[in-house]
């Protein structure tokens, strides 16, 4: 594997499930990052986490809990959602967030809240 | 304060015509700038950055931008359309001395290239 990844790729929950967003880089990054893409609305950045520690929380429902167990991996967790929720959640990673170069991305999962 | 501004949603052109992508952004320090492509269900893909150095940056593809200071602008050029070129644009800007990672991106550019 390359890059950066995520699965699964698609995913259909219903508001009282619970499931997990998995994301791995590839990269040998130290900075790791959740964004949501809806229909619309610009990318929102959600999360934030720079050699496992979590530096930005982007006034995200609680319902999203994200979990950083070592710089190559990333998850969503994700609980109780809403339709409104419905987007697609991209991961990405950078050498680390202090570094003033580019973030690189996974090809997302396409969530949708049922 | 970093922000973006992409003009035009939607651009369209025909294959083999000039593409212009415009963006300009907002910064209170000297600017990162980035363009990046999205193709239809794949994540963001970075097209090229101005950091330091030349204001005219290449990128992969034929693509090209030119940053500007005086007019705050880092609009995003290819000479000649190919089909392969329709997909979303966006344009980021990150402020330097930054301590967080944070990427401030324009809503997109839908571009479409006819035949």
């Known amino acids: 594997e390359t890059g950066v990844t995520q699965t699964p790729r698609h995913l259909v929950m219903g508001m009282t499930n619970k499931k997990s967003l998995k994301c791995e880089q590839h990269?040998?990054?130290?900075?790791m990052y959740w964004y949501k893409q809806s229909a619309k609305k610009p990318l929102e950045l959600m999360f934030v986490?720079?050699?496992?520690?979590?530096?930005e929380n982007n006034s995200v429902p609680s319902r999203f809990s994200p979990e950083c167990p070592n710089s190559s991996h990333l998850f969503l967790h994700l609980h109780t959602l809403q339709p409104e929720d419905s987007a697609l959640y991209l991961c990405a990673s950078s050498q680390e967030s202090g570094f003033q170069g580019e973030q690189y991305f996974g090809p997302g999962t396409r969530l949708t809240v049922t | 304060a970093q922000s973006v501004t992409q003009l035009g949603s939607h651009v369209s052109v025909s294959e083999g015509a000039l593409v212009l992508l415009r963006c300009n952004y907002s910064s209170s320090v000297p600017p990162y700038l980035f363009w990046y492509v999205q193709y239809p269900n794949q994540g963001l893909q970075l097209l090229l950055k101005?950091?330091?150095?030349?204001?005219l940056v290449k990128g992969i593809n034929g693509f090209e931008a030119e940053f500007k200071k005086s007019e705050t602008s880092f609009h995003l050029t290819k000479p000649s359309a190919h089909m392969s070129d329709a997909a979303e644009y966006f344009c980021a800007v990150r402020g330097r001395g930054s301590t967080l990672g944070r990427l401030y991106f324009g809503r997109g550019t839908q571009l479409t290239v006819w035949p």
């Open positions: 990269l040998g990054h130290n900075a």
């Open positions: 101005y950091t330091t150095g030349a204001t």
């Open positions: 986490y720079n050699f496992k520690e979590q530096t």
